[in-house]
């Protein structure tokens, strides 16, 4: 069970808006900056956004995030078929003398 | 360019050791926090570790701590993960990652290494 947590899965059809959720608690996401990472078939993570809504060089505007409290969102739109993969949000935790924690991961599907 | 090259993966029985070493280059590896994340086969992401720039700080998950340390040669820009009493549950892909103290930043990442724990 992941510290933070996130929709085991999403859709859309190309060209489609996308909101994945991720929700944790005052010692993670309410204290500490939100990072989305994008995992594509067989590759290593990507960072995708960082500092709750920055974008690194290199990702598109169609990836935007927002933070508020203790959950975090990421927006996808103009969803397109290489945006299939699995997302996921992440932050440093105060608990237990400090430690970083993922949410679970959601699946998107270009249907 | 920055890379991350993980090496020292392989098959291990529980309870036995191994290290593991992520080559970098492209950056001032001296000057960055490096942290380990593993992947569990079919699994999510877990981070494992951080180490600071000048290996003054060491941080582990709890399900790591006491067996797993985490470590760095800046002479030759090379990470290092020793795992020890290794268990069925640390079977993963683990990941070299460049970031920041106590944040899970994560800009790069190498290809990882795969560790199997079997007996």
């Known amino acids: 069970q992941s510290v933070l947590t996130q929709p085991p899965s999403a859709s859309g059809t190309p060209g489609q808006r996308v909101t994945i959720s991720c929700s944790g608690t005052s010692s993670n996401i309410g204290g500490h900056h939100v990072y989305w990472y994008q995992q594509l078939p067989g590759k290593a993570p990507r960072l995708l956004i960082y500092r709750n809504y920055q974008r690194p060089s290199g990702v598109p505007d169609r990836f935007s995030g927002s933070k508020s409290g203790t959950s975090a969102s990421l927006a996808i739109s103009g969803l397109r078929s290489e945006d299939e993969g699995v997302y996921y949000c992440a932050a440093w935790d105060d608990s237990l003398s400090g430690h970083g924690v993922f949410g679970g991961g959601t699946t998107l599907t270009v249907l | ?119």
């Open chain 2, 1 to 119: 360019q920055v890379q991350l090259v993980e090496s020292g993966g392989g098959v291990v029985q529980p309870g036995r050791s191994l290290k593991i070493s992520c080559a970098a280059s492209g950056f001032a590896f001296s000057s960055y926090t490096m942290h380990w994340v593993r992947q569990a086969p079919g699994k999510g992401l877990e981070w494992v570790a951080f180490i600071s720039y000048d290996s003054t700080n060491e941080y582990y998950a709890d399900s790591v701590k006491g067996r797993f340390t985490i470590s760095r040669d800046n002479s030759k820009n090379t990470l290092y993960l020793q795992m020890n009493s290794l268990r069925l549950e640390d079977a993963a892909i683990y990941y070299c990652t460049r970031g920041s103290p106590s944040d899970v930043d994560f800009d790069y990442w190498g290809q990882g290494t795969l560790v199997t724990v079997s007996s």
